[in-house]
Nanobody, 119 residues
Framework: QVQLVESGGGLVQAGGSLRLSCAAS????????MGWYRQAPGKQRDIVAL???????NYGDSVEGRFTISRDNVKKTVYLQMNSLKPEDTAVYYC?????????????WGQGTQVTVSS
C-alpha cells in the first residue's frame, strides 16, 4: 500500500502563486506515475499535471504554461508550482500515484488540499 499526503494549499489572490507538495510513503519502490488532479464543486475531477519516473510530463490544457510539476524520485515526492493563479483554479487538489505510467481511479490517492483563488 501507498499513502499520499498533500500540503501547501490555501487562499491566494488572483495572479499569485502556490506550491503544493505530496509525499508518498509505504510501498513506494514501484511507483511510476505521480500527478495532480483537481475537482471544483459540481464538476468532475480533471487532470492537472502528470509526471512519470521516466521523466515525461503532461499538463491539462487550462494550466499549461502556468503550472509546473516536478518530483524527487528518491523521496517519492511530487510538487506542483502554480503561478498566475486564476479564480477558476479554485478546487480541491488531489495527489495521485500509480505503479504504471498512467493513473486510474483505483490507484493511490491523497485526501486532497483546498486551493482558493480570490478575484
Amino acid at each position: 500500500q501507498v499513502q499520499l499526503v498533500e500540503s501547501g494549499g490555501g487562499l491566494v489572490q488572483a495572479g499569485g502563486s502556490l506550491r503544493l507538495s505530496c509525499a508518498a510513503s509505504g510501498s513506494i519502490f514501484s511507483i511510476n506515475a505521480m500527478g495532480w488532479y483537481r475537482q471544483a464543486p459540481g464538476k468532475q475531477r480533471d487532470i492537472v499535471a502528470l509526471s512519470t519516473s521516466g521523466g515525461s510530463t503532461n499538463y491539462g490544457d487550462s494550466v499549461e504554461g502556468r503550472f509546473t510539476i516536478s518530483r524527487d524520485n528518491v523521496k517519492k515526492t511530487v510538487y506542483l508550482q502554480m503561478n498566475s493563479l486564476k479564480p477558476e483554479d479554485t478546487a480541491v487538489y488531489y495527489c495521485a500515484a500509480s505503479n504504471r505510467a498512467y493513473i486510474r481511479s483505483y490507484d493511490y490517492w491523497g485526501q486532497g488540499t483546498q486551493v482558493t483563488v480570490s478575484s
